[in-house]
């Protein structure tokens, strides 16, 4: 059967990570879920101080070529070695996931809509949107508790590079959604339209 992509994009703190889980929850093995996330560029001969420096807000901060092989492979039914990220340690770990082939595939991530290879592969785009405020409430409460950051850090890096980025690349990249989704990802409407259509996908396989 076609394996049905869905392409999951937003700001920082717009709730696509709510909206993910929530459809993953819903139907459970017929879901896999690919972050593009996970595929932020390693810079392992940088020290420390010199990766936290970086711009992880444009679009070459990305392995685009690996999400992009490891996609095709996922549509294609084979499963893949997902890299993991340490948001702590700026650095791609040892470690991996695998990632099983499903009837459904949700590919989420900031800039999943502004890259045009990984666009052409989806079947169904969204745009999950919240204010900027909202937004950038959720981003200080998740970097300080888990992603081990200082308020003063999140604040100086919004600044300098998420909210410039965001205003070049991520805005810009909600024309290509099919569906934009307002309230985050609390939206039941919205996750009820995008749950039907899931279903109609999996009938008729
Ligand atoms: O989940 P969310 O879309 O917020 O994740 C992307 C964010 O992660 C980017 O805005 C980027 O600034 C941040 N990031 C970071 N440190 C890294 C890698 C990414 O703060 N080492």
Redesign the pocket.
């Known amino acids: 059967m076609e394996t049905l992509v869905i392409g999951i994009a937003?700001?920082?703190?717009?709730g696509?990570?709510t909206l993910t889980r929530s459809l993953k929850e819903r139907f459970g093995d017929d879901i896999s879920v690919i972050?593009?996330?996970s595929y932020?560029k390693s810079y392992d001969t940088l020290s420390f101080e010199e990766?936290?420096k970086?711009?992880?807000?444009q679009p070459d901060?990305f392995d685009t070529p690996l999400m992009a092989e490891h996609l095709r492979s996922l549509i294609g039914g084979r499963p893949v070695a997902c890299p993991v990220?340490?948001?702590t340690?700026?650095?791609r770990t040892k470690d991996t996931v695998t990632i099983q082939p499903a009837k459904v595939l949700l590919a989420?991530?900031?800039l999943i809509l502004q890259n045009p290879e990984l666009r052409k592969m989806m079947d169904i785009k969204i745009f999950v949107d919240a204010d900027a405020d909202v937004r950038l409430l959720?981003?200080i409460l998740?970097?300080v508790k888990k992603?081990g950051?200082t308020l003063d850090s999140?604040a100086a890096?919004?600044l300098a590079?998420?909210k410039p980025?965001?205003d070049e690349y991520v805005e810009p990249s909600r024309r290509y959604a099919d569906i934009v989704v307002p309230g985050g990802g609390r939206n039941p409407v919205a996750l009820g339209l995008i749950i039907g259509r899931i279903q109609e996908h999996l009938k008729s396989s």
Do not use: C, P, W
């Open positions: 937003g700001g920082t703190g717009s696509k990570t972050n593009y996330d932020y990766r936290r970086l711009n992880f807000d901060a990220y340490s948001f340690e700026y650095i989420e991530g900031l959720r981003r998740r970097d992603r950051r999140v890096q919004y590079t998420v980025m965001h």
